[in-house]
């Protein structure tokens, strides 16, 4: 005799109506949040395109102090100018034993360019971080109001970003919703800010006499 055993449907549970009263509010007021230019004294000084994005780190110049951004993706290295956006150094066949960070115990990569011979810790798909915050009272907060596409929030001041006027004291600046979010973050320095997907990386600075860039990785 064959037996038939029915199993009881298990009921999914919304989720919106878990959520308190001031949780929803709040993230409505997020979704409704649009992306604007982040303020001055930032600018938007590049968007890079880079195919398969593991991770970002940041590096001074060693002769001029500015920031330098490395990038590692699964084409190699490549090296940036954080105050201009231009690529300055590549590397398209790293040591197969440094080619990503997780083969380090502290998730770094061999520098290169200006910074050869040094190492550069990589934050992004294999763990690690960022400053999420700077001098002036600057902050970064990733939020996701509509998983699994992230928001990065730029604000100014104390307390939560969002509790204040938008436009004001907290500003959208980024929105993935094409590709994952890999790393985002402040220069140690605090005059650059980075935000990194698996497509590609753009960079804002605080830096007098910058000139705006682009180029393909």
Known sequence: MNWTKKEALVEQPDCESELSAYQQAMRKRL?????????????????????????????????????????????????????????????????????????????????LGPVAGSRVRIAGLFGGGLHTSTAG????????????????????GSGLPHSGPYGEQWWHIFHSNYSELRAVGFSPSGQTL?????????????RTGHSRSGAEA
């Open 194 to 206: 980075a935000v990194a997907t698996s497509s590609d990386l753009s960079l804002w600075t605080r």
């Open 137 to 156: 009272g600057w902050a970064l907060e990733v939020v996701a109001p509509a998983w699994p596409n992230e928001r990065v929030l730029l604000s100014r």
């Open 31 to 111: 979704l409704a949040a649009p992306v604007l230019p982040a303020p001055e004294p930032w600018q938007h000084i590049a968007y890079v395109a880079v195919g398969g994005l593991l991770g970002i780190g940041f590096a001074s110049h060693p002769d001029t102090g500015d920031d330098l951004v490395m990038v590692v993706s699964h084409d190699g290295h490549g090296l940036f100018d954080a105050v201009t956006g231009e690529k300055i150094a590549r590397d398209r066949d790293p040591a197969p034993e440094d080619s990503t960070p997780d083969a380090d115990a502290d998730l770094s990569c061999s520098g």
